[in-house]
């Protein structure tokens, strides 16, 4: 299952390294949107999860992956940058449906507050509108190591908090992979942290009260960071909300053992595949011998 790749202008500004899973049979297409510090390769079981049921399309924020060698990196991205460069992805692969990972869910919920048209529905995984005391001590913590560029620091933290329920292999993946970025991407990530940490808590749900489609909250029973209980607060700006809590399993989800990935699997296909159409046959006609 190769993609088709290709690096996108966008707005005359970005250069952006897409991914592309075009099934035989598909009826409509969803992006992905990754987490902080994430690449397109953090999405390969969700991929296997989607696809052929769907196309796929994958791609690297400007800072990060395999768009970083196209961009210049003077200055961070804002949570509307990414949305709008969200906006522009799902115009070009004329895409029906959005699927968000952790902190993804910050670009993915300020896209689909501007109602864009192709969109009908969204899965926000991992992600929670408030900042609780366990996310809070996270943030803090994270900010401090990142403003010093203190990699084995970050990668710790990470695999300690966030990535505690993942597998041993996970682990030493994402740490090799989380304590070798750039220094742009770690200026990045405290840019981020900084804008949430100083933010008005209640932007998202504000921002969210224009979306009208039907949304779905995937979170993990174990996720103290982005707790489920939290993520249903988003039933009060969302009118078609609905929610789902993973049993035994932590912030990461599909990537933490089969069974979380099959019970992901299961609620995103039974959320985002339209249903079988009803096939009525014609009355039959009775004649009756008089």
């Not at 990196?73 to 990414?82: D, G, K, S």
């Not at 507050?113 to 001590?137: D, G, H, T, Y």
């Not at 933490?256 to 299961?266: C, W, Y």
């Amino acid at each position: 299952m190769k993609p088709e790749i290709a690096v996108l202008d966008i707005q005359g500004q970005y250069r952006i390294h897409t991914e592309f899973y075009r099934s035989d049979t598909p009826q409509n297409t969803i992006i992905l949107v990754n987490g902080s510090m994430s690449t397109t390769a953090s999405f390969a079981q969700t991929v296997k999860n989607l696809h052929p049921h769907l196309n796929v399309v994958l791609y690297d924020q400007p800072y990060a992956g395999q768009s970083k060698p196209h961009n210049r990196h003077q200055t961070p991205l804002t949570q509307e940058l990414e949305a709008d460069v969200l906006l522009e992805l799902i115009e070009h692969f004329d895409v029906q449906y959005v699927l968000s990972f952790s902190w993804g869910g910050t670009a993915a919920l300020t896209a689909l507050a501007s109602s864009p048209r192709r969109i009908e529905k969204a899965v926000i995984s991992s992600f929670s509108p408030l900042i609780n005391v366990p996310m809070r001590n996270y943030l803090e913590r994270g900010r401090r190591c990142l403003a010093d560029c203190n990699r084995t620091q970050v990668g710790n933290l990470v695999n300690d908090t966030l990535g505690k329920h993942l597998p041993s292999l996970f682990k030493r993946f994402n740490y090799r992979h989380v304590s070798t970025l750039a220094e742009h991407e770690y200026a990045q990530m405290h840019f981020h942290i900084n804008q949430v940490l100083s933010g008005d808590p209640q932007c998202y749900l504000k921002a969210t009260q224009r979306i009208e489609i039907p949304v779905l909250f995937i979170n993990g029973e174990w996720d103290e960071y982005t707790a489920a209980n939290d993520a249903r607060q988003f039933a009060y700006a969302i009118r078609d909300s609905q929610f789902v809590s993973v049993e035994n399993t932590g912030h990461f989800l599909d990537m933490e053992h089969k069974q979380a990935s099959h019970i992901s699997k299961i609620a995103l296909l039974d959320f985002l595949k339209p249903p079988a159409p009803v096939i009525t046959r014609p009355a039959q006609r009775l004649s009756v011998a008089l």
